[in-house]
């Protein structure tokens, strides 16, 4: 449950997907998520690195090798939600390419 609670949270997964690919620091992560505030990135980010999935130095912020496996575990989600957004179309899922 703390897991679903930790994840529930407006803009957790976002990040983490973010993260993915290697460390961003907050401006690119502002960048990259249209409408999230720099008071909830930072407290998003704490909440992950108190949970143990992101670590930040310098500004820069990295998935642990936990929180890269939450990743890992979100991967088949992103494909599903590609094939959804191929079938009901882009302006229903929300997509933006």
Same mark, same amino acid.
């Given at each position: 449950?703390?897991?679903?609670?930790?994840?529930?949270?407006?803009?957790?997964?976002?990040?983490? =997907?973010?993260?993915?690919?290697?460390?961003?620091?907050?401006?690119?992560?502002?960048?990259?998520?249209?409408?999230?505030?720099?008071?909830?990135?930072?407290?998003?980010?704490?909440?992950?690195? *108190?949970?143990?999935?992101?670590?930040?130095?310098?500004?820069? =912020?990295?998935?642990?090798?936990?929180?890269?496996?939450?990743?890992?575990?979100?991967?088949?989600? *992103?494909? =599903?939600?590609?094939?959804?957004? *191929?079938?009901?179309?882009?302006?229903?899922?929300?997509?933006?390419?």
């Amino acid at each position: 449950m703390a897991a679903l609670d930790l994840f529930g949270r407006r803009w957790a997964l976002r990040i983490l =997907w973010e993260l993915r690919e290697g460390p961003l620091g907050a401006r690119a992560l502002l960048g990259r998520c249209e409408g999230l505030s720099s008071s909830v990135l930072y407290q998003r980010l704490r909440e992950l690195a *108190d949970a143990g999935l992101a670590v930040g130095d310098d500004g820069t =912020w990295a998935l642990t090798v936990l929180g890269a496996e939450v990743g890992e575990a979100i991967a088949p989600l *992103d494909a =599903w939600s590609r094939r959804w957004a *191929d079938e009901i179309g882009p302006d229903v899922a929300g997509t933006t390419g």
